[in-house]
């Protein structure tokens, strides 16, 4: 099969916070050591439980939180140090879609209007071109009927639905998608899954894809990459991790979703540790119904087992 080229590359992301309770100063490991690659057009999600690092992740990548160390090329470029208000380019390739975002509008401005002040707000085209591109786009995402309505009156999903077309109205080549379905009904949510795969297979666009919605990420993703206390602890196509998940972590949290994941539901013990009591081991050790000796002071690498699917457990060292 042939690859595309890669759109954007991590390497060794870390981020780390100093949390100090009273000169008891310990290392918040958000981030712990993280790489891997998009390539362009494609679709890639990170999924795992609230609290495993891939926001944080997701907010690194789109140049809104700067790393403790690693690298980030785009399109080969090295983009770890440049701060994005000060790049404009980097601000209209890199749109990061934040669910928050609809609470900073003018709530008395149209769809319409608001699109054009984006447009104009990155110097592009405000005038017959730009009217024409926010009209494909609205028509595209249906949302050509609410117009010239007043974002004040929109529900939930169309408020959403407007974040994304102030992403997509830049053309971008990556936007991060963090958790865009939260908070919405089911209905709603596959609403906006066909949507972004509609504008995908119209544009040349690549989704970072961030969610614990399980469903959804199997329904967009072309790849996926697990993620554990900061870590990577699986990564594949969407039909290795969700069919057959190889790490133990993968296989109990694919067994939530039984409608993809033919096999038991599997229970894990106890919850995952604080990101602030980092081991040498295995952060999944405490939890693993097939932890041993090894795996409480060794950390496995991630490895490719199968073509393409990467794993990072002792019991496939
Ligand atoms: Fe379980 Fe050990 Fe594998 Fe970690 S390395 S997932 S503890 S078997």
Redesign the pocket.
Known sequence: MQTSPSLIEIYNMEKHYIKNKLYNTSVLRVVDGISFSISKGETFSLIGESGCGKSTLGRIIGKLLVPTTGKVLFEGRDITKLVRKKDKKLQKDIQYVDKEASFKWNKRSTIFKMLEKVLETHEMCSNTNGHCLISHLLNSMGLAHIAYHPIQGLTPGERQLVNIACALVLQPKLVILDDPLSGLDLSVQSQVLNILSHIKKKRAITYLFISDNLNASYYISDQVAVMYKGRI?EKGTVSQIYEEPI???TQALMSTVPSIYKRERIILKGAPPSSSCPSN?????K??????E???S?Q?LLREIRSGQFV?????A
């Open positions: 602890v790490h133990p972590y081991g295995c952060p999944f050790y939890r693993c119904p097939f932890a041993q090894a795996c409480k060794r496995p990072s457990c002792h019991l496939y």
